[in-house]
C-alpha cells in the first residue's frame, strides 16, 4: 500500500533514539535480552510506527475461514485503523476490499451478514463481490467516468490450515514463506478442519501485544490461575526452534488444557488422530503478530486480538472441534464446561492484564527480563524488535 514504510531509517522523526537502543536490547542473547520497552506498550507515536511496521507490513490473521461459510457471508471490521470488509466472493474464495467508497469514501458495509452485492448508503454505489463496481447512479453526465475504474481497492488474503490471512502490502511475501514450517509442526492435528463452534468478541483496556503474551507463558499460571487451571498444567517442553513468524511450545497437561481442574470428568473425546504425549497436552503457538492459538487433545481455542490504539485492543475468543466430537452424544452439555473454562480464565486473566498496562504508563516503567518460562514472549519481542528495526539490529 502506499503507506507502506519499513524499517527504522524512515522512522526517526516518530521514535526517538532511545527507542532505538532499548530495542536493540530485544534481540541476541537470552541471558542479556531484554523484555520490550514501555512504550511500545503505551504511546501515541510509537503506535503510529507500530501500525506501519507490524500491521501494515507482511501478514496479519483476521480468524477461521468458516467464519464466512458461503457466498455473500460478509464481515464489516476496523483493523490496525484500516476499515476492511471480508467477503466470500461468488467464485468461493475469501476477499478482502477497503471498506472505503469509491465514490466520496464512506463506509459501504457494516456490521457483518449476508449480501448479494456491496451497496454504499450514501448515493447507492453498487459493488459487486468480486469489487468491482457495477452500478453508479447519475454518473452517465460525468465525462471521463469509467465504472471499470473505480471498484474497491483490494487486499491480499490467504487462508491457509483453515486460518485467513489479510496484507495491507501490494506485493507481500508469499504467505508460505512468511508462515515457515508452520503447517509442518502442527499437522498431527485436524487443523483445517476443526469446526468452530463458539466466537465471542470483548475489548480490554492493555495493548494488544500483552493480551498475546499472557497466553503464550506459563509463569503466571499458579499466582492468576491457582484454583481453576494450575493443577492441570504441567511444566512446558523447551520450546520449538523454529522458521517463520511464530512462536510454540508444548506442555503435558493431567487431563485436559481444555477443562478447569474441577470439571475434568466432562472431559469430550481425544481427537482422533493425535497420537503419544500430544493426547495429554497442549501446544500453544503464536502467530505472529495478532492470533494466538492452544492445540489440544480434543479442542482448539485461540484469540484474534486487534489493536485499537496503544491503551485497548478488541479481541474474539474463538472455540472449535472436530465434526466428530461435534456429533458426539453429550457435546451440548459438555461443552459449556470447556466454554466456562476459557471464560474463567479470562476472567482471571484481564484484572492482572488491566493493572500491568497501568504500571507500563508509569514514566519511570523499565524493560525487564525473561524467565525460562515465558520463551514464546521473548521470541515474539526478538522477532518485533526485529519488524521494527529493519534488519538494522546487531543478531
Ligand atoms: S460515498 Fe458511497 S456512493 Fe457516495
Ligand atoms: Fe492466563
Redesign the pocket.
Given at each position: 500500500m502506499i503507506w507502506h514504510v519499513k524499517g527504522i531509517k524512515e522512522l526517526t522523526e516518530t521514535l526517538a533514539q532511545r527507542t532505538r537502543d532499548d530495542l536493540e536490547s530485544c534481540i541476541g542473547p537470552a541471558d542479556s535480552m531484554r523484555s520490550l520497552p514501555p512504550t511500545c506498550y503505551t504511546d501515541d507515536d510509537f503506535f503510529r510506527v507500530e501500525l506501519q511496521s507490524i500491521f501494515h507490513t507482511g501478514w496479519i490473521g483476521v480468524g477461521r475461514s468458516d467464519r464466512w461459510p458461503e457466498v455473500g457471508d460478509y464481515s464489516a471490521m476496523d483493523l490496525a485503523g484500516v476499515p476492511v470488509v471480508i467477503v466470500r466472493g461468488d467464485d468461493g474464495n475469501l476477499h478482502a476490499y477497503a471498506n472505503s467508497?469509491s465514490?466520496?469514501?464512506?463506509q459501504?458495509m457494516l456490521g457483518e451478514g449476508k449480501c448479494a452485492r456491496m451497496r454504499?448508503r450514501?448515493?447507492?454505489?453498487t459493488y459487486g463481490l468480486d469489487g468491482c463496481l457495477l452500478a453508479a447512479p447519475s454518473m452517465g453526465r460525468t465525462g471521463g467516468f469509467e465504472k471499470g475504474e473505480h471498484g474497491l481497492t483490494e487486499f491480499a488474503l490467504a487462508e491457509v490450515v483453515g486460518f485467513t490471512f489479510l496484507s495491507f502490502e501490494a506485493s507481500p511475501p508469499p504467505i508460505d514463506m512468511w508462515l515457515g514450517d508452520f503447517a509442518t509442526l502442527h499437522e498431527a492435528w485436524p487443523v483445517e478442519a476443526m469446526v468452530t463452534t463458539r466466537r465471542r468478541e470483548f475489548t480490554v483496556d492493555c495493548n494488544w501485544k500483552a493480551f498475546a503474551e499472557v497466553f503464550n507463558e506459563y509463569y503466571h499460571i499458579p499466582y492468576v490461575h491457582p484454583t481453576s487451571i494450575d493443577e492441570t498444567y504441567d511444566e512446558p517442553d523447551e520450546p520449538e526452534v523454529v522458521s517463520g513468524a511464530f512462536a510454540t511450545h508444548f506442555g503435558t497437561t493431567a487431563g485436559t488444557g481444555g477443562l478447569l481442574d474441577g470439571t475434568q470428568e466432562k472431559v469430550l473425546p481425544v481427537i482422533g488422530q493425535l497420537e503419544g504425549r500430544l493426547r495429554a497436552g497442549v501446544r500453544y503457538s503464536w502467530l505472529f503478530p495478532n492470533t494466538v492459538v492452544a492445540f489440544g487433545s480434543d479442542a482448539m481455542w485461540l484469540y484474534e486480538i486487534y489493536p485499537d490504539g496503544p491503551n485497548r485492543c478488541h479481541c474474539a475468543q474463538v472455540v472449535c472441534f472436530p465434526q466428530a466430537t461435534i456429533e458426539h452424544v453429550d457435546f451440548s452439555d459438555r461443552v459449556s464446561s470447556y466454554y466456562e473454562r476459557f471464560d474463567l480464565a479470562l476472567e482471571e486473566d484481564i484484572p492482572m492484564l488491566e493493572e500491568q498496562h497501568a504500571g507500563l504508563r508509569s514514566p519511570v516503567a523499565r524493560q525487564g527480563m525473561f524467565s525460562y518460562l515465558e520463551p514464546s514472549v521473548a521470541a515474539f519481542a526478538r522477532w518485533y524488535a526485529g519488524q521494527l528495526l529493519g534488519g538494522e539490529a546487531p543478531s
Open positions: 467508497c465514490h466520496r469514501s464512506a459501504v454504499c450514501f448515493h447507492f454505489w
